[in-house]
């Protein structure tokens, strides 16, 4: 069964600590993508990889970091240097050469 | 990078009435997607719109990009319960990233 997966679904963490997110497709795409969602707001692009071992920032990377070192992971790490780290966070994945993207059921983030 | 505004933030409606949700950039764009979120849920591609004054349809659901390709709407038919959620635009930049517009979120009345 192919498809995005993001894992867990929920996550508490104290403010402070870092933590990881963790998105893995078995699509065979090569290209992923990090968003940020607040409530009643659109989706921002936090980082985007294109192919393994290459990544590039998005509109919003700061306090966050990301690792490509296998075609089907694209790990976010939050870190105690994003401000405001509570938010719904969605994964995205697309074949090279198509704008469509398929996304992940997402991570709901929350810094206590 | 790209901007893309969408109106309106929000809209309810009773069942069996139209809805559109519009998307404007000050700038020309290569081709603008249509995503549709479920509360609580993930975004889902709904269609993307390439050609100048396209217009595409998927049952009630009519899509069209504007003749200068700098804007674009989407049309609901009679809508229904199952319509809920929130509609966003999205344009591509030059290494493939999405912006997104605001969004549009829907509420069906029964």
């Known amino acids: 069964d192919g498809g995005i997966t993001q894992s867990p679904k929920y996550l508490f963490r104290k403010e402070g600590q870092n933590v990881t997110l963790s998105c893995e497709q078995n699509?065979?795409?090569?290209?992923m993508y990090w968003y940020r969602q607040d409530p009643g707001q659109g989706l921002r692009l936090i980082y985007y990889?294109?192919?393994?071992?290459?990544?590039q920032k998005g509109d919003i990377a700061e306090g966050y970091s990301v690792s490509r070192e296998k075609k089907e992971s694209f790990p976010l790490t939050v870190t105690s240097a994003q401000k405001n780290p509570t938010a719904f966070y969605l994964c995205?994945?697309?074949?090279?050469?198509?704008?469509?993207?398929?996304f992940g059921p997402g991570t709901r983030l929350t810094v206590l | 990078g790209q901007q893309v505004m969408q109106i309106p933030q929000y809209q309810h409606v009773q069942e069996g009435e139209d809805f559109t949700t519009y998307c404007n950039s000050s700038?020309?764009?290569?081709?603008i997607q249509w995503y549709k979120q479920r509360p609580g849920g993930h975004p889902v591609f709904l269609i993307q719109?390439?050609?100048?004054?396209e217009v595409k349809k998927q049952k009630r659901l009519t899509f069209q990009f504007g003749e200068a390709k700098k804007n674009s709407s989407l049309h609901i038919t009679a809508t229904q319960t199952t319509d809920v959620g929130t509609y966003f635009c999205?344009?591509?930049?030059?290494?493939?990233?999405?912006?997104f517009g605001s969004g549009t979120q829907l509420t069906v009345l029964p």
């Open positions: 995205a994945s697309s074949i090279s050469g198509s704008d469509t993207q398929y």
């Open positions: 699509l065979n795409h090569d290209a």
């Open positions: 990889s294109q192919i393994v071992n290459d990544f």
């Open positions: 700038t020309t764009l290569s081709n």
């Open positions: 719109l390439v050609k100048s004054g």
């Open positions: 999205a344009v591509t930049g030059s290494a493939r990233q999405l912006t």
